[in-house]
């Protein structure tokens, strides 16, 4: 008889695991990650192991994301409206200073945000950019 939590922590050490279940004929593991997320994760993919394939194998994705969505954006977001329906999918973002809009999960994931704010960032950039032109021009004149 196969030992699989000795398979299982020899492979990640960075999750804690629970127990591994036959259903049909598949086995799974259940584990929990550093967050403290239960996982469910067929054993065969489990292998397999970006971030992605942590998500789908949470079972609470939608908190799960909304965790991982706090880590990447801190304080600059609030998620009253978000709902988790699939990591294309759109869903509602708040954004402190300009309200809400939408953005794919796995946009707003990778770092993207609220539009408004990136165009009142090129703003700035814009008019610094114009003062810096503007101090090269009185120095070579
Ligand atoms: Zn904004």
């Given at each position: 008889m196969k030992n699989w939590k000795e398979k299982f922590d020899n492979f990640r050490t960075d999750l804690e695991f629970l127990e591994s279940i036959v259903e049909g004929k598949a086995r799974f593991f259940i584990f929990k990650c550093p967050s403290g997320f239960i996982h469910k994760r067929r054993s065969s993919a489990f292998y397999k192991n970006p971030w992605i394939a942590d998500l789908n194998s949470v079972i609470d994705k939608e908190s799960y994301v909304?965790?991982?969505?706090?880590?990447?954006?801190?304080?600059?977001?609030?998620?009253?409206?978000?709902?988790?329906?699939?990591?294309?999918?759109?869903?509602?973002?708040?954004?402190?200073?300009?309200?809400?809009f939408e953005q794919m999960v796995s946009?707003?994931?990778?770092?993207?945000?609220?539009?408004?704010?990136?165009?009142?960032?090129?703003?700035?950039?814009?008019?610094?950019?114009?003062?810096?032109?503007?101090?090269?021009?009185?120095?070579?004149s």
């Open positions: 909304l965790n991982r969505l706090k880590s990447v954006h801190k304080d600059k977001y609030t998620y009253d409206r978000f709902r988790y329906t699939g990591y294309q999918d759109k869903s509602t973002i708040t954004c402190r200073l300009h309200g809400d946009s707003h994931l990778i770092g993207n945000g609220c539009k408004k704010c990136l165009t009142d960032d090129n703003k700035v950039r814009n008019v610094i950019r114009a003062k810096e032109k503007f101090i090269l021009r009185q120095d070579t």
